[in-house]
T-cell receptor, first 118, second 113 residues
Framework: DSGVTQTPKHLITATGQRVTLRCSPR?????VYWYQQSLDQGLQFLIH???????AKGNILERFSAQQFPDLHSELNLSSLELGDSALYFC?????????????????FGSGTQLSVL | SQQGEEDPQALSIQEGENATMNCSYK?????LQWYRQNSGRGLVHLIL?????REKHSGRLRVTLDTSKKSSSLLITASRAADTASYFC?????????????FGKGTKLSVIP
């Protein structure tokens, strides 16, 4: 058990809908990262939050947004869903900020949310 | 982007054999990490090697790093059926100055009992 909790584990919805994925990081971890994993694209970095602030954006669509709350849990909101958004969405956490010098910044991954858009 | 690329994409070996996976990347890094993913589950960190290290061991795992060739290899010795998983290398996004990890598409290892 990594200590990172993601809910729900599975989500089935229809095109055009909006969903919210939730992540609780390991106790003491201030950074939360979101990744999307699909068969054709592999594991894609979406966004990074540190202590409530957005730190970096990756390949995140404008239809997607995220936030990190004062209690450090994070939510990823996906709207106007398309068939191609079907994927496994992972949250990962780490202790540090992600800046240069964080040489021991290994990530702890949750078990993911499997999103199916029908 | 700073994405590691694993090779081969898939590898099938008999239990007891050694498995070697390779990773290539594009620009300078301050470290490289390897992760394992069992089918449909979250990734698990295996080992981190810093840019000033050439080799690192952890149990049956041996990782090498050649910064001149921008490549790394992961060796699993005396493989077991439980080693069946996908293995990913991860490098910092944007190069040595940032730390959002980017992953390759992985090597899918099958260990046949």
């Amino acid at each position: 058990d990594s200590g990172v909790t993601q809910t729900p584990k599975h989500l089935i919805t229809a095109t055009g809908q909006r969903v919210t994925l939730r992540c609780s990081p390991r106790s003491g971890d201030l950074s939360v990262y979101w990744y999307q994993q699909s068969l054709d694209q592999g594991l894609q970095f979406l966004i990074h939050y540190y202590n409530g602030e957005e730190r970096a954006k990756g390949n995140i669509l404008e239809r997607f947004s995220a936030q990190q709350f004062p209690d450090l849990h994070s939510e990823l909101n996906l709207s106007s869903l398309e068939l191609g958004d079907s994927a496994l969405y992972f949250c990962a956490s780490s202790v540090g900020s992600g800046k240069l010098g964080s040489a021991n910044e290994k990530l702890f991954f949750g078990s993911g949310t499997q999103l199916s858009v029908l | 982007s700073q994405q590691g690329e694993e090779d081969p994409q898939a590898l099938s070996i008999q239990e007891g054999e050694n498995a070697t996976m390779n990773c290539s990347y594009k620009t300078s890094i301050n470290n490289l990490q390897w992760y394992r993913q069992n089918s449909g589950r979250g990734l698990v960190h295996l080992i981190l090697i810093r840019s000033n290290e050439r080799e690192k061991h952890s149990g049956r795992l041996r990782v090498t790093l050649d910064t001149s060739k921008k490549s790394s290899s992961l060796l699993i010795t005396a493989s077991r059926a439980a080693d069946t998983a996908s293995y990913f290398c991860a490098v910092p996004r944007g190069g040595a100055g940032s730390y959002q990890l980017t992953f390759g598409k992985g090597t899918k290892l099958s260990v046949i009992p």
